[in-house]
């Protein structure tokens, strides 16, 4: 492993033989492809806290992919989405604030993990909760696969 240190923190990357479109690629173009990656889903995710502060519901629920899996078990997607677009509205006065704390590329090209703290406050509620997401790309954009409260 290659720990990465910059804009995006500490990334671990493993460097494996590299075979994209049957060429082999060098280490360096691997790391290249994986942070602009990276990037890619911290823009996405920053974008999403954006557009929830925002109580832009519709612009929040477009980040998660149409494979998205709840951690309420119990709930189906359609009974989530009506969760969240009751919850996100302008009026409410939502402020999400994130610090990442780790992003890495999943063991595919196509997926990564993202670890933050999010501070969440509006009018009537508040709570400060560690967080993790992963991302799978489709289409060659970034959605939110999968989301848990780790505490």
């Known amino acids: 492993m290659i720990p990465i240190k910059g804009v995006l923190g500490a990334i671990s990357i493993?460097?494996?033989?590299?075979?994209?479109?049957?060429?082999?690629?060098?280490?360096e173009e691997v790391r290249l492809i994986v942070?602009?990656?990276?990037?890619?889903v911290r823009q996405r995710l920053l974008?999403?806290?954006?557009?929830?502060?925002?109580?832009?519901?519709?612009a929040f629920l477009d980040y998660y992919s149409d494979q998205f899996i709840s951690s309420k078990s119990l709930q189906t997607r359609a009974q989530w989405e009506k969760?969240?677009?009751?919850?996100?509205?302008?009026?409410?006065?939502?402020q999400?604030?994130?610090?990442?704390?780790?992003?890495?590329?999943?063991?595919?090209?196509?997926?990564?993990?993202?670890f933050f703290e999010q501070n969440y406050c509006s009018k009537t509620y508040s709570d400060q909760v560690v967080k993790k997401m992963l991302w799978q790309k489709m289409n060659g954009e970034w959605y939110i696969q999968q989301e848990s409260v780790l505490k």
């Open 14 to 27: 493993m460097f494996v033989q590299s075979v994209v479109a049957d060429t082999i690629v060098s280490q």
């Open 35 to 40: 942070l602009d990656d990276l990037q890619s």
């Open 47 to 58: 974008a999403w806290a954006e557009d929830w502060s925002r109580g832009d519901a519709e």
């Open 83 to 94: 969760q969240r677009r009751q919850r996100i509205k302008p009026q409410r006065n939502i």
């Open 96 to 114: 999400v604030q994130l610090l990442i704390k780790e992003l890495r590329m999943g063991p595919e090209q196509n997926s990564a993990e993202v």
